[in-house]
């Protein structure tokens, strides 16, 4: 491998011959440095997209901070250069380096990719391949670094199984120390790498998808997943923390325009809504919050330690956080002479949310943000999200005549059972929330819908469920469009063609890891870039393994088929998605289970950490003696 | 009350790549790590009041760098000095604050030229370069093309010499003018050097006396 110096040398020819070199660059206030001899593990945190979108990644920020303080760990970064950054590296036989030190990827002892959408995964092949380390996780000997990956995409972690050495299912936090310890008892023990492998897999949440070996039925189903090491342990269940650690406050900095340039804080972590389409609601129970206390402390460190305008406060649903207007109080009358921006994202549809907002900020810059997701009663209670449209109407008309002149709605089309009725409807509300606009503030008012489609996830009561095809997709994008061509009216939407790649990769099994690995041999990359137009090349890959996309995609499953990832558990029973799929088959909701708990799952699965807990520290009630028994395990 | 701080810097190695509006960001974020009270514009979106003089090309460190910020309490300039080296990031260095006229004119305005020293990373050999540079500074004219806009290099160049030193450097004084600011890199190029092929700094920036 070259030297951090070669490396330095080589970098000096070719970035100011690229766009934006600042993002190879580091040096950022806050940025770690030490030396590399000082420490016994060298960890390199990779955020598989280009610097402009890795750098404010809250997860890495969190072990950024946390790997530093330890004397004994070094953490540094690397994220994926840009196209023309890319060719100047392979040119000049630059490899993947770390920002800090400017050592090869290659020297470090861990690389830790996080992955939280599946359109990071060529980008993380391509990032071995340019650090010059074999992509394929048998392929590595004694002396390559290990290689994990974590995040939202590790609850089905099979499409990257051959390239990864081990995942962490759920929440890193304390998991990560746990890794360190094992590679270091590994280093020192001299023995070779598959004891690594060895030790990792006793670690709880720690999947290594080399000792398990799925096996298929004619048809392409799962027939089983094997256990085939004794480490391994038949089921992963996800890791979670009992409580929320202090959060990270020395932020990094950037010496370069990203797209988030702020401080960003956790208040909640979990959601008990119960959307039946959301991922992040299942495999985030039980819900956990921070106390304002901890949440302005850690705000004011961060801004002394960092110098950031702009604070986002992040939760799955804010107005659940239950000191909400405690926390808003604070922070304007802590901060206000403070030219902050403070964001509040996910807010529910009511005038509540218009207060809470108020009190953020002085001026109405920007828009007022609601997601309703349905617009038609009937989809509301199959993707259990009740909002009466009367209720968004009246948010609407509040939030323009109290002074924002733009709304923005997110819808979601493609879910299950939907007819163009249904889609018809998004329009019709769409439209009624711009009469209300009208009559309070005349032409000014701005109306911007966003439109999202279903992909179907794992772990969630629309596992079982058919992505839209094509065809259907687009016709629905069309009717929005062409009946929203209206002057104040802005209309922007997921182009089909990444919405069922998505599907492909988020519920795909281990065979799809040959899709993934010809696809990126045909130069696919960056395939959350909207421009990158990889789509054909992804058809022709899945042609080149032998697999039919639409077996992924456009297949109603039946609720007995094992899924590649049923071995991987996010505490909530499978048999509990059953029962919701269900229910949103027969068009019935399913409260807020903060009220009343209805078994999903996770209580059982985390009692021994709930036990040790207060009462009141997540939100799960106490199971009242049930009427009607839950159905058992089916798998 | 408001006070106007005039800052002389050095941006080093570490924010070569930082282009001058990020500067100004980096400026903003120093000021409020350093707990020090910028005054804000008036309007609708106030900003801070905070003025540099002379933009510095992406890729180039400079000694010589000067800012003008604007303070709402009257400070020891000391005390605003420590208070931002500490708050500064890798690559800022803080050489000197002095309090200012609040009346003064813009920095923009004032600035008359600048000088520059440049290593070149493949050096040609002393004679072969001190070939090129004489024949640059006979021409009478140097016709270049710069973002579609044609126009003359030559009055921009006000001093070329270079330093006989192991290897060889290049020390320029461009005019900096508004409407007329001569570049480094053009000069490189039309001494047949590639622009990558360089470190340049800028070593002092020249002021109308006032």
Same mark, same amino acid.
């Given at each position: 491998m070259l030297t951090p110096q070669e490396i330095q040398d080589r970098l000096e020819r070719i970035l100011l011959t690229v766009e934006k070199p600042g993002r190879y660059h580091g040096g950022e206030f806050n940025q770690v440095r030490k030396p590399w001899d000082s420490v016994s593990t060298h960890v390199a945190l990779i955020f598989p997209d280009i610097y402009d979108i890795g750098l404010p990644n809250l997860g890495l920020a969190i072990f950024y901070e946390s790997l530093n303080q330890r004397p004994d760990v070094l953490a540094e970064r690397a994220y994926a250069?840009?196209?023309?950054?890319?060719?100047?590296?392979?040119?000049?036989?630059? $490899?993947?380096? /770390?920002?800090?030190?400017?050592?090869?990827?290659?020297? #470090?002892?861990?690389?830790? #990719?996080?992955?939280?959408?599946?359109?990071?995964?060529?980008?993380?092949?391509?990032?071995?391949?340019?650090?010059?380390?074999?992509?394929?996780?048998?392929?590595?000997?004694?002396? !390559?670094?290990?290689?994990?990956?974590?995040?939202?995409?590790?609850?089905?972690?099979?499409?990257?199984? $051959? #390239?990864?050495? /081990?995942?962490?299912?759920?929440?890193?936090?304390?998991?990560?120390?746990?890794?360190?310890?094992? !590679?270091? /008892?590994?280093?020192? *023990?001299?023995?070779?790498? $598959?004891?690594?492998?060895?030790?990792? /897999?006793?670690? *709880?949440?720690?999947?290594?998808?080399?000792?398990?070996?799925?096996?298929y039925h004619p048809d392409g189903t799962i027939a089983q997943v094997r256990c085939i090491h004794p480490s391994a342990p038949p089921t992963i269940l996800k890791r979670i923390v009992p409580t929320l650690p202090p959060p990270p406050t020395r932020f990094l900095v950037p010496n370069i325009d990203v797209v988030h340039n702020r401080i960003a804080v956790e208040i909640m972590r979990g959601c008990t809504r119960g959307c039946r389409f959301c991922h992040a609601g299942v495999i985030n129970r039980p819900v956990r919050e921070r106390p304002v206390a901890e949440v302005v402390d850690a705000i004011q460190q961060a801004l002394t330690s960092t110098g950031f305008e702009e604070v986002a406060l992040l939760s799955l649903s804010s107005s659940d956080y239950r000191p909400i207007l405690e926390l808003v109080e604070t922070m304007s009358e802590r901060f206000a002479q403070r030219h902050l921006t403070i964001s509040l994202p996910s807010l529910r549809i009511d005038s509540f949310s218009i207060d809470l907002m108020e009190k953020l900020r002085g001026s109405?810059?920007?828009?007022?943000?609601?997601?309703?997701?349905?617009?038609s009663d009937r989809m509301r209670r199959i993707i259990n999200k009740p909002i009466a449209s009367q209720q968004l109407l009246d948010t609407a008309r509040a939030i323009y005549s109290r002074g924002w002149t733009t709304v923005k709605l997110y819808f979601m089309i493609g879910q299950p059972g939907e007819t163009m009725e249904d889609v018809q409807a998004i329009v019709d509300l769409c439209k009624a929330v711009l009469r209300e606009g009208r009559s309070v503030i005349g032409r000014r008012a701005n109306l911007n819908i966003g439109l999202g489609t279903l992909v179907p996830k794992p772990h969630t009561p629309f596992q079982w469920a058919a992505t839209n095809s094509f065809d259907l997709i687009r016709s629905k994008l069309r009717i929005v469009r062409d009946e929203l061509r209206t002057a104040g009216v802005k209309v922007t939407w997921t182009d089909p063609h990444d919405t069922l790649l998505e599907s492909w990769l988020s519920r795909g099994d281990r065979r799809m890891a040959e899709v993934v690995y010809a696809a990126w041999k045909r130069g696919v990359k960056f395939d959350a870039w909207q421009d990158q137009h990889n789509f054909e090349s992804w058809q022709a890959a899945f042609e080149e393994a032998g697999l039919d996309p639409d077996f992924y995609s456009h297949r109603e499953r039946p609720l007995d088929e094992i899924f590649p990832w049923d071995h991987i558990s996010p505490g909530v029973r499978k048999s509990y998605l059953i029962q919701e799929f269900k229910m949103s088959q027969e068009e019935c909701l399913r409260p807020d289970c903060r009220e009343q708990c209805y078994a999903c799952g996770i209580l059982p699965a985390f009692n021994e950490m709930r036990r040790s807990l207060g009462e009141d520290e997540w939100f799960c009630p106490i199971p009242a003696p049930r009427s009607t028994p839950v159905p058992e395990e089916t798998a | 009350m408001t006070i106007r701080c005039r800052i002389l810097y050095t941006k080093g190695p570490d924010l070569r790549y930082t282009a001058n509006l990020d500067v100004h960001r980096i400026w903003e974020r120093t000021f409020r790590r350093a707990q020090l009270p910028l005054a804000y514009s008036q309007g609708f979106h106030p900003q801070p009041r905070l003025n540099q003089a002379c933009p510095l090309p992406l890729g180039m460190t400079s000694q010589a760098e000067v800012l003008d910020a604007w303070l709402e309490e009257d400070l020891p300039p000391a005390q605003v000095q420590s208070a931002l080296q500490k708050a500064a990031p890798p690559g800022l260095l803080i050489q000197q604050v002095e309090i200012v006229d609040l009346s003064l004119p813009s920095l923009q305005t004032q600035v008359r030229s600048a000088e520059y020293t440049l290593w070149l990373l493949d050096p040609p050999s002393l004679e072969a370069l001190r070939a090129a540079v004489d024949d640059l500074l006979a021409a009478s004219e140097l016709m270049r093309v710069r973002r579609e806009k044609q126009y003359n290099l030559r009055p921009l160049v006000e001093s070329l010499t270079v330093a006989s030193s192991q290897p060889p450097t290049l020390h320029m004084q461009l005019s900096a003018r508004e409407g007329a600011t001569g570049r480094p890199e053009e000069v490189l190029d039309a001494l047949g050097i590639p622009a990558n092929a360089a470190r340049v700094e800028r070593t002092a920036l020249h002021f109308q006396s006032s």
């Open positions: 250069p840009w196209l023309d950054m890319e060719a100047a590296m392979r040119q000049a036989d630059i $490899p993947l380096y /770390a920002l800090e030190s400017r050592r090869a990827l290659a020297d #470090f002892d861990i690389l830790a #990719f996080t992955l939280p959408y599946e359109t990071l995964f060529t980008n993380t092949l391509n990032l071995l391949d340019l650090a010059q380390i074999p992509l394929r996780s048998a392929e590595r000997g004694d002396n !390559h670094p290990l290689v994990i990956a974590g995040g939202h995409t590790a609850y089905n972690p099979e499409p990257m199984a $051959p #390239f990864i050495d /081990a995942f962490v299912v759920g929440e890193g936090e304390e998991v990560i120390h746990e890794i360190v310890a094992a !590679h270091q /008892a590994w280093k020192t *023990s001299n023995a070779p790498r $598959p004891a690594l492998l060895e030790r990792l /897999a006793q670690i *709880s949440g720690v999947y290594v998808p080399s000792f398990y070996e799925p096996e109405r810059q920007g828009g007022f943000t609601l997601a309703p997701e349905a617009a | -």
